[in-house]
């Protein structure tokens, strides 16, 4: 059975940094990418980072690039989203989810099949 499960959220002032933590389970860790994904009240669910597990390849949505850094570490079978210079319009449930192809690098959230419960991330002002 496929886990993902999300930690590291939490309440950080506009300016500072956060990490969050997706630790996988269940499959193998390198035949899949990994999506980060953020969805704020009233809104839509966006696409913010997605990593090859595979090739290490990394898209970015373009409200984060310069801002967020993904990472993956294979020992742990852990992705990482590096959340600096944090706004205020950043506040939203965060998700990873899994897209069952390592080569797809893509914010499409179709494309993935398994999430996990999302972290909670607020910034204030």
């Known amino acids: 059975e496929v886990r993902l499960v999300e930690s590291g959220g939490g309440l950080v002032q506009a300016g500072g940094s956060l990490r969050l933590s997706c630790a996988a389970s269940g499959s193998t860790f390198d035949d899949y990418a990994i999506g980060w994904f953020r969805q704020a009240p009233g809104k839509e669910r966006e696409g913010v980072s997605v990593?090859?597990?595979?090739?290490?390849?990394?898209h970015y949505a373009d409200f984060v690039k310069g801002r967020f850094t993904i990472t993956s570490d294979h020992a742990k079978n852990t992705v990482y989203l590096q959340m600096n210079t944090l706004k205020p319009e950043d506040t939203a449930v965060y998700y990873c989810?899994?897209?069952?192809?390592?080569?797809?690098?893509?914010?499409?959230?179709?494309?993935?099949?398994?999430w996990g419960q999302g972290t909670q991330v607020t910034v204030s002002s």
């Open positions: 990593i090859s597990n595979s090739d290490g390849d990394t």
């Open positions: 989810a899994r897209a069952p192809y390592s080569d797809y690098v893509s914010l499409d959230r179709n494309g993935y099949d398994h």
